[in-house]
T-cell receptor, first 114, second 116 residues
Framework: NAGVTQTPKFQVLKTGQSMTLQCAQDMNHEYMSWYRQDPGMGLRLIHYSVGAGITDQGEVPNGYNVSRSTTEDFPLRLLSAAPSQTSVYFC?????????????FGQGTRLTVV | AQKVTQAQTEISVVEKEDVTLDCVYETRDTTYYLFWYKQPPSGELVFLIRRNSFDEQNEISGRYSWNFQKSTSSFNFTITASQVVDSAVYFCALSEEARGRRALTFGSGTRLQVQP
């Protein structure tokens, strides 16, 4: 079972570059989300989606874009990378939009912006 | 104000000690869900338990137990007879409705170190 697949696992960007973090799930989950994890701050929600075509902002959306054109994929785009976006990024999915079941997480992407 | 507060940043115990990780949450919803996740040194996030707001029964799973008290908005996690393999960061999380949609909010985590 693939579950939630994130790519890449590691990435180094220069300030100002753009890139897309990929996230795919094969469990037909409605709910998908992106978090960033920084030391001492836990996981903070960036963007989330309750289904194809529906996205919403989380706690720290600035500098990031998302789209959900299919149920399976939820890419996260960094428009113009900044050192403050150095972090570990996790994609997660849950069975239904009411979040009454557990979230399944990808392995994470460690991003460094220099 | 934080929706999920894990006041203990780091706890260190010796193997076989019992340890309790605290979680206090804040919500206006009457229907909400609480979760605990474990993040071992390898970095992945592992689901441990889910509890809905209508079920205040305590739960025990092996050496793990959870105490949910709505009166104090707490959902504490106890590990009995801790082992080195329990060393990890533990996160408490709250699923509630915000602006008509549900979002999952995490606490800042408690790092547990179990010394042999």
């Amino acid at each position: 079972n693939a579950g939630v697949t994130q790519t890449p696992k590691f990435q180094v960007l220069k300030t100002g570059q753009s890139m897309t973090l990929q996230c795919a799930q094969d469990m037909n989950h409605e709910y998908m989300s992106w978090y960033r994890q920084d030391p001492g701050m836990g996981l903070r929600l960036i963007h989330y989606s309750v289904g194809a075509g529906i996205t919403d902002q989380g706690e720290v959306p600035n500098g990031y874009n998302v789209s959900r054109s299919t149920t399976e994929d939820f890419p996260l785009r960094l428009l113009s990378a900044a050192p403050s976006q150095t972090s570990v990024y996790f994609c997660a999915s849950s069975l239904d939009r009411n979040l009454n079941t557990e979230a399944f997480f990808g392995q994470g992407t460690r991003l460094t912006v220099v | 104000a934080q929706k999920v507060t894990q006041a203990q940043t780091e706890i260190s115990v010796v193997e076989k000690e019992d340890v309790t990780l605290d979680c206090v949450y804040e919500t206006r919803d009457t229907t909400y869900y609480l979760f605990w996740y474990k993040q071992p040194p390898s970095g992945e996030l592992v689901f441990l338990i889910r509890r809905n707001s209508f079920d205040e029964q305590n739960e025990i799973s092996g050496r793990y137990s959870w105490n949910f008290q709505k009166s104090t908005s707490s959902f504490n996690f106890t590990i009995t007879a801790s082992q080195v393999v329990d060393s990890a960061v533990y996160f408490c999380a709250l699923s509630e409705e915000a602006r008509g949609r549900r979002a999952l909010t995490f606490g800042s985590g408690t790092r547990l170190q179990v010394q042999p």
